[in-house]
């Protein structure tokens, strides 16, 4: 089977939520290191013949409409990752609902094709926001992949439904792609993305995938420019937090081409067209 290769377009000051991180309104101030690291990334997946689902923050696309053109015409599928980067459960239903429209209109207004995927950030759609998918289906998207079935600082929703499914709602239905955990000693791990992809070494993370696959399901890998970028600025978070933003960030390039050498991985849309009848 197939997996998914995703990618948060963010920059690295588009951490979530601490007091000693810069606003929106300081963010236009700041050495942007976005275009250079996503860059090099796509380069990395094109050099692999590797093809992916681009998530990109509203407010990131609108600043650099090239990288969503360059990403489009290599062929990589662009969806959204809302505007200003907020965590679901702190907005009230009307202002995610602005802010996912937002991100969708500013990134069709640069590719000038309908988008329809979106990501939280941080996986922020949780218990607390019952809500989401209707205002996701209210703004057009039509399928999400938000939910993250374990526990984990901003988000976690623990969901029986491991497989890409379809949620039914009050507003219609949307395709949700929950993110790929696997139960070692009967607990829920991550290992496919962030700071998880960048601590775990790779025979293990390779493992894992296969348990994964095992199971009829795909890997969904999630990754950041920032991830491949040791010199980025380091902003002081707590020894916990700079661990799990910071680990290990030289070792994902490596990491990365050894993963698109063992599987094979491709973006959403052309997942679904092969593998429609696994959704339920
Ligand atoms: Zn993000």
Known sequence: MHNILSIDVEDYFHLMEHPLLPGPSEWDNLPSRVQSNFTK???LFIEKGVK??????????ERFPNLVKTAADSGFGIASHGYYHRPVYKQ????????VSRAKKVCEDITGKEVYGYRAPAFSITERTPWAMEKLIEAGYRYDSSIFPASRDFGGLI??????????????????FPISITNVLGKRFYFFGGG??????????KMMAQKVIAQGRPIIL?????????????YRLGLVRNFKSYVNLGSTEDKLRRFMDDFKFTSYDKWLKMYKSVVT
């Open 159 to 176: 969901i029986d439904k491991l497989k890409p499914h379809i949620i039914k709602t009050a507003r219609g239905s949307i395709l949700e």
């Open 196 to 205: 998880y992809f960048r601590l775990f070494p790779y025979w293990m993370i």
């Open 222 to 234: 999630y990754i950041h420019p920032r991830d491949i970028d040791s010199g980025q600025p380091r």
């Open 52 to 61: 992916g689902t681009c998530f990109f923050l509203g407010w990131v696309a």
């Open 41 to 43: 990334l796509l380069d």
């Open 92 to 99: 009230v239903p009307d202002e995610f609902g602005e802010d």
